[in-house]
């Protein structure tokens, strides 16, 4: 009797549905043709219009409520999963619209043509095809192999692995989706056979995953480069001991605690083992990919290269060490090149469309309404930045990492920039002139935070995706909270001792 009467409300409901969805679209054809009519037809400076005229509507609206409409769109937009790249474009484009005319759709190209400009730019694509050429060439997976031999006789080893291999990954790759789903699939049926607790080897997998948005080179710290207008040499430097400093974490967490209760973490057979010398001759797997890695950051350190030369040479190298270990095939160039077209793309629309739309609305005065709002709360400057990193963790549950940058970063900058930061409990204070470059490492440490915070972190869902049945939702969520708390407790360490940020780039670029 049930299953008669759900199937005809199911159709019912369809139906509704497809209805609505109909009449909303002649709706909005309907809107656009009349709006098209007043665009050719009448004069835009005068009263005289068509039926309607949409164009100034909202031209009166203070930008209190504006602010309201404009974020209430695109999370509404957001919720209804729309495409971030074109939510934020339109609603960008339709505000300039409501609030202005068709003169004022000249912000649009206004905003666009400057990142396009823009030399930085131009290393993401390479680094992104760097990061898929190794990956092709299968070099992660001899990567693991390396380490895995070396540490896997020790209590927690293989989770320690996975570490030390996602650190050096991090160096290699700087896109997390790919570093946690590769070493998803390569370190945890290795993990799950020894028999490691699920949440001890789901949660070294997506923390060490998450260490590419933090240690160099970073796609993220670029574009928080771009965005913030600070040299991605010094971002670099910056990020690369917190990155470090987090990775020992995670490694300090997972040997005491398979220390403590070997069960958690037991190591390899004895008969599994090698002795010294094989140790030594596996390292030989690693001297290209190392040296290559160390090739690009050195060049970018030290000030030989920019940014997106360092990441021509990386590409470049990059097929030279998938023909060293013969791995190199044309099937494989193609896919990385498909590969870094798709991701490249979807980073440029993100780019072009919150561009627009955040720009817009500092233009409309958003910016002084909303340092107005935060600094008027009376908080002390530690104060006003907790409820920043608090708002970037809490977007970073339901937005993508590149959309958080520019719809938040253009607009937190300057608040973080009237703001001073003498130090806490005696520690040093941040100096003016750092204060950017603290902020950046400040907001990429926090990114790795948002990938991991359930409900909706992303490194939840790409483990997901690679995990057997029989580990649940529940299981990959309980996994993440310690390390969530570690890479918390790393973000204090970077507040509570600037120099942690700060030392590096002061050492090499004054």
Known sequence: MTTTTAAPSNGMAGKL???????????????????????????????????????????????????YLMFGSLAVALMMGLPLAFVTGGLGVMFIYLVGDAMMLNIVPGRIFPLMANPDIAAIPLFIFMASMLERAGLIEEMFSVVYKWMGGISGGLAAATIVASTILAAMVGVIGAAVVTMGIIALPAMLKRHYDHKIA???????????????????????????????????????????????????????????????????????????????????????????????????????????????????????????????????????????????????????????????????????????????????????????????????????????LLLAVPIFIPIVKALEFPGLFGFPPVAGDDVVLWFGVLYLVNMQMSFLSPPFGYALFYIRGVCPPEISMGTIFKSSLVFLAIQAFGLFMCILIPGIVTWLPGLVYG
């Not at 400076?45 to 068509?50: A, I, Q, Y």
């Not at 001991?241 to 390899?268: A, C, E």
């Not at 791995?327 to 979807?346: D, N, Q, W, Y």
């Not at 817009?360 to 958003?366: A, D, E, P, T, V």
């Open 17 to 67: 549905g497809t209805w609505l969805m109909i009449i909303a679209t002649v709706g909005l054809a309907f809107v656009i043709c009349v709006e098209l009519i007043n665009i050719l037809f009448y004069d835009p400076w005068s009263d005289e219009k068509f039926l309607f005229k949409l164009s100034g509507s909202l031209s009166g609206m203070d930008i209190g409520p504006l602010t």
């Open 202 to 404: 789901i949660g070294s997998i997506m923390a060490g995953g998450t260490l590419g948005i933090l240690i160099p080179p970073s796609i993220l710290a670029i574009l928080y480069a771009v965005v913030a207008q600070q040299s991605v040499g010094e971002l670099y430097l910056g990020s690369l001991l917190p990155g470090l400093m987090l990775s020992g974490l995670y490694l300090t967490y997972v040997l005491v605690r398979s220390w403590l209760n070997p069960k958690l973490g037991p190591p390899i057979p004895v008969e599994d083992r090698i002795g010294l010398g094989e140790k030594l001759k596996l390292l030989g797997n690693l001297i290209a990919p190392l040296a290559l890695v160390g090739l690009v950051l050195g060049l970018l350190f030290g000030g030989i290269a920019t940014p997106v030369e360092a990441a021509g040479i990386g590409s470049f190298g990059a097929i030279i060490v998938a023909m060293m270990h013969k791995k190199f095939s044309i099937a494989g160039l193609r896919e990385a090149s498909v590969t870094t077209a798709k991701a490249s793309a979807m980073v440029l629309w993100i780019m072009f469309g919150a561009s627009v739309f955040v720009g817009f609305y500092i233009l409309q005065g958003g910016q002084q309404f909303v340092t107005d709002a935060i600094l008027g709360t009376g908080m002390s400057a530690y104060g006003i930045l907790l409820l920043l990193m608090v708002l970037l963790v809490v977007l970073g549950m339901f937005l993508d990492w590149v959309g958080i």
